[in-house]
């Protein structure tokens, strides 16, 4: 649940790195003022990435994903209407 807010939500994560192997390293970006560049911040590799549970491991994906944009929630894409594919039932939030 990104922010709390039920919504839907990619595993791509977690198939990829269960069929490669590969290590999941959460990656942090942040625009410097005046078009200076970018700052990149890598994290540590994921323990236990993956574990036999696609919601779990996507659930810490997106925890990596709210750690970034509580960071510079000004950088965020706000526009991509994120939590527009609600459960059934649920109210919309814009």
């Not at 990104?2 to 790195?17: D, E, K, M, N």
């Given at each position: 649940?990104?922010?709390?807010?039920?919504?839907?939500?990619?595993?791509?994560?977690?198939?990829?790195a269960?069929?490669s192997?590969?290590?999941?390293?959460?990656?942090?970006?942040?625009?410097?003022?005046?078009?200076?560049?970018?700052?990149?911040?890598?994290?540590?590799?994921?323990?236990?990435?993956?574990?036999?549970?696609?919601?779990?491991?996507?659930?810490?994906?997106?925890?990596?994903?709210?750690?970034?944009?509580?960071?510079?929630?000004?950088?965020?894409?706000?526009?991509?209407?994120?939590?527009?594919?609600?459960?059934?039932?649920?109210?919309?939030?814009?």
């Amino acid at each position: 649940m990104p922010f709390g807010v039920p919504a839907a939500t990619i595993t791509a994560t977690h198939h990829l790195a269960r069929l490669s192997g590969a290590l999941v390293v959460p990656f942090y970006h942040r625009r410097l003022p005046g078009n200076d560049g970018y700052v990149l911040r890598l994290g540590a590799p994921l323990a236990q990435f993956p574990s036999g549970d696609v919601l779990d491991d996507t659930a810490r994906v997106n925890v990596c994903i709210e750690d970034m944009v509580r960071a510079a929630p000004e950088q965020y894409l706000w526009g991509h209407k994120r939590f527009k594919t609600r459960p059934e039932g649920s109210p919309s939030i814009y």
